[in-house]
């Protein structure tokens, strides 16, 4: 956009931004409704114009102006509201709806993993939602307490089933059933399975779009192996798809770490998780990988003939990520002004705004429409905002949902032949680009890797500088409470740890995550941070975003059937096999 075209834009941005400052915190939303809030928890976007003030719909126009760092709860939640990424309307508890903007997003980040899913030759399937409850107890010995958190369906129309199914809370039990069909000999190996679907637990604390829900939108891959070395080499090839998909698209990073043996998934041997470190200092678990070996093999009877004419079990591995990656692409590249959304995932790349002076310029419209159809052509996913608003309302609406590049033209930009373009990201000044059909979409790209690049190299900044080595307990407690990472000497990361890491609870409200099976331990004669015994680890303890164990997250479908009148406990695995209920 020309200087000429801006005066009248500068005009309305100026206004904007002067309403959003004066307006308080809990001012109405637009159209009114609702009660005031803290904050505006009740009440619409904080900052905008009061409800009542002026007849000029553009007067009345809510604006974004939350504090991330100053708030980062409350940020998340207006955002992903006034962003259009979900809605929680939805009259039941923990069960939002997916908008078709946020929806976008995350369906994106599905589809880049299937992508490399397949070039792993890991097979699309899909797995039935119902679950018999006999499935269940083959696993019982694997977990405790999973009931509590399983949707049952009781009746089919008006008439009680004889058998009760469980909504899957996971597919470990659907999956290796159907492993044990598949399975005979050593040529139906390797077997390599993902699915995109939902799982659903009765959650019964506060849930929390994207990161603690009733409905749990992921994809988990599950594979067998004839060899233990196979299944291992199967979880390093999956961790570099999950690179590619979080660091090279998502543009951010996170520890990894293996899981202590008193928070590791039940039925594995080992588990290796990414904690991302979010914007308010907590870690979320973005990604869950696990070694099962032969454990729910053994289980589910899953073996095969070898060469050798002999029968063996097979290794095993699981993985899988949630909308908790959504959730933290979302939260690590905003800021006060909204989202700022990674071009590879973003539903629109470009948004174009015509500057119009007067109602009857059609020119400038209709370039603005060229361009897009152009960029449209060349794969650019773009969307012209003709809409009878404010340009300045426009910028304002665009930037909250966090668009990477916007691409302005007024007569001045038609009459000179270029465009104006604006970075999401404020990475570079306002500029020009020719309007050359031959060039413009090659710079328009190089633009938006450019976002690209400049959003993953300042959310790997903000992790580097998120971790802090302590080796005093007062610089632990210190660390956690303003938002760190705190890496630890550590005796062990055995069952006999396990006290030490409930000190460590009582010491900060945080906990140990885990260790990077990768780091060299602490030089020789470091003493543990807890026990002042020899440390072997460099351990990592942080706040949870959620009460996020594995245990929680990603644990093993199993559930044990309540016990009979008289009976204190399951005697054996015989004993629990004969035991069948009726809803």
């Not at 406990?569 to 004969?578: G, H, I, R, S, V």
């Amino acid at each position: 956009m020309a200087d000429g075209d801006a005066k009248q834009v500068v005009e309305e941005v100026k206004q904007a931004e002067k309403a959003a400052e004066a307006a308080p915190a809990e001012g109405k939303k637009e159209g009114g409704g609702g009660k005031k809030g803290k904050k505006g928890k009740k009440g619409g976007a904080p900052g905008g114009a009061k409800k009542g003030e002026g007849k000029n719909k553009a007067e009345e126009k809510v604006t974004f102006s939350v504090k991330k760092n100053e708030d980062f709860n409350e940020w998340f939640e207006q955002i992903i509201r006034f962003a259009g990424i979900m809605d929680k309307r939805y009259p039941v508890k923990g069960m939002p709806v997916f908008n078709p903007y946020g929806f976008a997003v995350h369906n994106r980040l599905m589809n880049i993993l299937e992508a490399e899913w397949e070039k792993l030759s890991i097979e699309k399937a899909q797995f039935p939602l119902l679950i018999p409850r006999e499935f269940f107890e083959l696993e019982g010995e694997f977990a405790k307490g999973f009931e509590e958190e399983v949707f049952w369906v009781t009746h089919g129309g008006l008439k009680e089933l004889d058998v009760q199914l469980a909504m899957r809370p996971t597919s470990e039990t659907p999956m290796y059933y159907m492993f044990s069909q598949w399975i005979r000999s050593y040529r139906d190996l390797p077997l390599k399975v993902h699915q995109t679907c939902s799982v659903f637990r009765h959650e019964t604390k506060q849930t929390r779009p994207l990161i603690r829900a009733r409905e749990i939108h992921w994809n988990e891959a599950h594979t067998c192996y004839s060899t233990e070395e196979g299944a291992i080499q199967d979880l390093t090839d999956a961790w570099k798809a999950y690179d590619y998909l979080i660091k090279d698209c998502a543009c951010f990073t996170g520890l990894i770490l293996r899981r202590p043996k008193w928070d590791k998934f039940p039925g594995a041997e080992y588990t290796d998780v990414m904690d991302t470190i979010m914007p308010s200092g907590r870690v979320l678990q973005t990604v869950g990988a696990h070694y099962l070996g032969q454990k729910f093999a053994k289980s589910f009877d899953i073996k095969f003939l070898n060469d050798k004419k002999e029968h063996e079990f097979v290794y095993m591995t699981c993985y899988g990520v949630s909308t908790r990656l959504t959730a933290a692409t979302l939260s690590i590249h905003g800021d006060d002004k909204g989202l700022i959304i990674p071009p590879r995932l973003a539903r629109f790349q470009v948004i174009i705004v015509p500057i119009v002076m007067k109602k009857s310029d059609k020119s400038t419209i209709e370039k603005a429409h060229e361009i897009g159809a152009l960029l449209l052509k060349h794969g650019i996913r773009s969307k012209v905002d003709d809409s009878n608003q404010r340009p300045g309302e426009k910028f304002y609406h665009w930037e909250m949902k966090g668009v990477p590049l916007r691409v302005e033209i007024g007569p001045r930009d038609l009459k000179n032949g270029v465009v104006t373009v604006v970075a999401r990201d404020g990475g570079v000044e306002k500029h020009t680009l020719d309007f050359n059909e031959d060039t413009l979409p090659g710079a328009v790209a190089e633009e938006l890797e450019a976002v690209q690049d400049r959003l993953r190299a300042t959310a790997f900044a903000f992790h580097e500088s998120r971790v802090k080595t302590c080796m005093e307990k007062e610089e632990l407690i210190d660390a956690v409470a303003n938002g760190f990472v705190a890496r630890i000497p550590f005796h062990s990361m055995d069952e006999d740890g396990e006290a030490s890491d409930k000190l460590v609870h009582e010491w900060t409200m945080g906990e140990v995550r885990g260790h990077d099976a990768k780091e060299a331990p602490p030089p020789e004669g470091t003493k543990c941070i807890v026990t002042q015994k020899e440390a072997k680890y460099w351990a990592y303890g942080a706040n949870a975003t959620e009460a996020s164990s594995l245990r929680a997250e990603q644990r093993v479908c199993s559930l044990v059937p309540p016990l009979p009148p008289g009976l204190k406990t399951w005697e054996n695995k015989e004993t629990l096999f004969a035991s069948r209920y009726k809803s």
